[in-house]
């Protein structure tokens, strides 16, 4: 049976509502290898682009699209990343996160594994993130992750 975006291609995009966009997008950019968004082609920013397809303005406040609010994948097979601005601060644990696997997966060595998250979590800490906590199960699972938080506090994992 064909699904209802069968005839259409469906993308993905990930949202991450924020207090501040432009320094959520300088952290993950860095962090996953992403770059900023550039304008649609003919456009100065991207509030020239909305105002050119007709945002009202009122939804273009605080410098809104004067500079990037989204990152992309530089290789174009990771999805775009949208850093929504919005009045309320973080309250709770997220209920989604991203997990940057970086060790290599159960068929490398644990200490291997161990010191490849290890440097990333120490580059991380560098763009502004903060470890919460570690999940250290070397007997029987031999799992190792690291838990931060970005600069406004949504968690993420380092495998």
Not at 92 to 116: F, I, M, Q, S, Y
Not at 117 to 129: C, I, K, N, S, Y
Request: hydrophobic share 40%; with cysteine.
């Amino acid at each position: 049976m064909d699904s209802p975006t069968a005839a259409n291609e469906m993308t993905l995009q990930l949202t991450v509502d924020c207090a501040n966009p432009r320094r959520l997008v300088a952290f993950w950019a860095e962090a996953l290898g992403y770059v900023p968004e550039p304008p649609p082609e003919g456009h100065a920013s991207w509030s020239a682009y909305w105002r050119a397809i007709g945002v009202p303005e009122d939804e273009l406040t605080d410098g809104a699209g004067e500079l990037p609010e989204s990152i992309v994948d530089p290789k174009g097979t990771g999805p775009r990343v949208w850093f929504q601005q919005v009045p309320e601060p973080k309250t709770v644990k997220n209920r989604l996160h991203l997990d940057l696997k970086v060790g290599g997966g159960r068929t490398v060595p644990l200490a291997l594994r161990r010191e490849r998250v290890d440097t990333e979590v120490a580059r991380l800490m560098g763009l502004g993130a903060s470890v919460l906590y570690t999940m250290d199960e070397p007997d029987g699972m031999a799992y190792y992750a690291v838990v931060l938080q970005d600069p406004e506090g949504n968690e993420f994992c380092v495998v």
